[in-house]
């Protein structure tokens, strides 16, 4: 009876760990064949893979079982992201081909737009950002940027079908970009950019280098979107150093703004938006609901789509950004 019991917790436990590899087949959806070289991951995170030659792949997350979608990823295709991905069977990906844009274009023979260089600088302040850390980023393929600009609406939009690679010598991180879309007002300067983000450290840093880099991106955790959801999740905003007010100004605790379905899944809602302070007396970031109610997760992990972020917050760009997988060290 003992051998029994023990062979079937072997059993268990391995069908467990089984059931903590992702599987899949990555397809295009027009020619049906498979892409080589696809990028599996957790969007925000160093979590990731690549398919193999036969558009295969198979991801590990037994180490990190996050409650944020897959999305996958490839050169001269739009991202892909699985909300509700199989551990049990294998995953079939279909991608979209991205347009490919050869040359720069401006619409409107009547103005000449923007010269390359400018579009550049608008591109590098909106996207990377225009803080300490943003100085230190550096773009290594802004070659494979293409620019389009509509002198009627003026604005700009850019374009790439190769991700974006960024060297953050401020934070040591090696950092790809999927870029899906970028669209920049010049007369309002307001801007919209949407992609998925792999981190992944800098292997060349120096023993010396990397007490540095921790300093530098603790610096850029605190106060940031992942540490404001995170202390969120565990109802520990004061000790984080957060207070969160509603549109009338009055501070608002855990329990009228965060809703839980499980000890597992909760969300955030206010109907009239938020705002937020970090160590200060007064709101200077805010948030602006899209949705009735946001999904959140320990990690820090967000939807997205359900937020529009304003004030203090909204200037941390890709330069000061931590993975979601993060964890300071002490």
């Given amino acids: 009876m003992r051998k029994f019991i023990l062979l079937f917790l072997f059993f268990n436990i391995n069908l467990v760990a089984y059931n903590q590899v992702i599987k899949g087949t990555i397809f295009d959806i027009n020619t049906k064949s498979t892409i080589y070289s696809a990028s599996v991951y957790f969007n925000g995170t ?16 037994s180490k990190y079982h996050p409650s944020m979608p897959l999305t996958i990823s490839a050169i001269g ?5 699985l909300k509700d991905f199989s551990t049990t069977k294998p995953n079939l990906v279909y991608m979209n081909p991205k347009p490919f844009e050869l040359n720069e274009v401006t619409v409107n023979a009547k103005f000449h ?3 390359r260089s400018e579009n550049l600088t608008i591109f590098r302040n909106e996207f990377l950002g225009t803080t300490g850390n ?3 980023c550096k773009i290594t393929n802004e070659d494979d940027i293409r620019f389009k600009y509509s002198a009627n ?6 374009y790439s079908t190769k991700p974006i690679l960024i060297d953050n010598k401020a934070l040591g991180y090696k950092i790809t970009y999927y870029l899906d879309k970028f669209e920049y007002d010049k007369p309002s300067k307001s801007f919209l950019f949407k992609g998925s983000i792999i981190f992944q450290e800098d292997s060349t840093t120096k023993d010396s280098k990397k007490l540095y880099f921790e300093r530098k991106r603790k610096l850029a955790y605190l106060g940031s979107r992942i540490h404001f959801f995170r202390a969120l999740w565990t109802n520990n905003l004061n000790l984080a150093g957060f207070t969160v007010r509603n549109s009338a100004n009055e501070i608002v605790p855990f329990e009228k703004i965060v809703f839980q379905k499980d000890s597992h899944t909760k969300y955030l809602k206010c109907p009239g938006g938020l705002g937020i302070s970090y160590y200060t007396r007064q709101p200077t970031s805010f948030i602006v609901f899209l949705k009735e109610s946001v999904f959140f997760d320990p990690s820090g992990y967000f ?11 909204a200037r941390q760009r890709i330069a000061d950004l931590v993975p979601y997988d993060y964890s300071i060290i002490q």
């Fill in 46 to 61: 160093s979590v990731g893979t690549l398919s193999d030659e036969n558009g295969n792949f198979q991801l590990d997350i």
């Fill in 77 to 81: 295709y739009y991202s892909v992201t």
């Fill in 113 to 115: 737009g923007l010269e």
């Fill in 134 to 136: 943003a100085m230190n």
């Fill in 153 to 158: 609406k003026d604005t700009l939009k850019a």
């Fill in 303 to 313: 939807e997205p789509d359900g937020i529009i972020w304003e004030g203090e917050i």
